[in-house]
């Protein structure tokens, strides 16, 4: 079980995204919690200001550090109050200028019971708010969004699939591309001929031993043609891979 709390202007986006198909029907289950808490509605300002023009100048405006301080507070003191936890949750700030998320990055996150991720808009936030609460900086690649919610929707997608329970077969988290550390083997599903392609003959043998030994095959042809750095990995941990 874990409980994902995304610190966000836009809550309504996340919340829609995040709620739909497998997700959406574990969190009904309880297999995972989803809140998006509105950074706006802790803001000290009184015409319910979040952002501000930066010191030094330059163009596009930032947002302050109050609110999304008090945002941060408000899960924080949920938290302690409503589990008895001591309060020591990583915060993920998204941000082009993270270390890229990869799936051992989601192994890991999956490990945890809370994990609070704060998008930024705009020019992003002030660092010192940032310095304060943020244990760990992740970019989904590089290149620059108009906000970190897709970032953090793409990041809650792949951990919430690791909690047991959310899949409906949790092997499949196993047997799937990155899960061993090659890319997984082509599959097949009926008719058994399409558009004159039959499917390999292998796969129909019943003779899983066989069929086995050829999706490793696949998998090694296919990640040594598609992604040679993978293979290259792979390699050094299994020498016997020819
Ligand atoms: N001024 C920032 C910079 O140059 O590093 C970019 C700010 S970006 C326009 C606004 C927000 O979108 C960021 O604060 C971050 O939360 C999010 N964002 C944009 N690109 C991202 C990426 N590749 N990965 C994760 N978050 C990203």
Same mark, same amino acid.
């Given at each position: ?14 919340? %829609? ?6 997700? #959406? ?7 995972? +919690? ?6 706006? $509605?802790? !803001? !000290? &300002?009184?015409? #319910? ?14 947002? %302050? ?22 309060? +020591? ?13 990869? %799936? ?10 809370? *994990? ?11 660092? =010192?708010?940032? @310095? @304060? ?7 989904? #690649? ?18 919430? =699939? ?6 409906? &077969?949790?092997? +499949? ?6 899960? &061993? ?21 292998? *796969?129909?043998?019943? $003779? ?10 696949? +998998? ?14 792979? =390699? ?5 891979? !020819?």
């Amino acid at each position: 079980m874990i409980n994902f709390h995304i610190l966000t202007l836009f809550p309504e986006m996340v919340m %829609q995204g995040l709620h739909t198909s497998i997700l #959406g029907r574990a969190a009904e289950r309880g297999d995972i +919690s989803i809140e998006a808490v509105n950074i706006r $509605d802790y !803001t !000290t &300002n009184k015409h #319910g200001r979040v952002d501000d023009y930066t010191y030094g100048g330059g163009a596009g405006m930032l947002m %302050q550090a109050q609110p999304v301080y008090d945002a941060y507070r408000a899960v924080i003191d949920h938290v302690s109050q409503n589990e008895n936890k001591n309060k +020591s949750a990583r915060v993920i700030y998204l941000t082009p200028q993270g270390k890229t998320f990869c %799936q051992e990055m989601a192994q890991d996150l999956a490990k945890e019971e809370e *994990l609070i991720f704060l998008c930024g808009h705009y020019e992003g936030i002030d660092e =010192r708010v940032l @310095e @304060e609460i943020v244990t760990d900086e992740v970019s989904i #690649g590089d290149y620059v969004l108009t906000g970190g919610e897709l970032p953090a929707m793409v990041m809650v997608d792949a951990i919430a =699939r690791l909690v047991p329970g959310v899949l409906h &077969n949790d092997e +499949s988290a196993q047997t799937e591309s990155f899960g &061993n550390g090659l890319l997984e083997y082509p599959q097949y599903s009926r008719p058994e001929i399409w558009h004159d392609k039959q499917v390999p003959q292998v *796969l129909l043998s019943g $003779d899983h031993a066989k069929v086995d030994a050829w999706r490793l095959e696949q +998998s090694l042809l296919r990640t040594r043609e598609r992604r040679p750095d993978l293979y290259e990995k792979y =390699r050094e941990k299994h020498p016997e891979t !020819t």
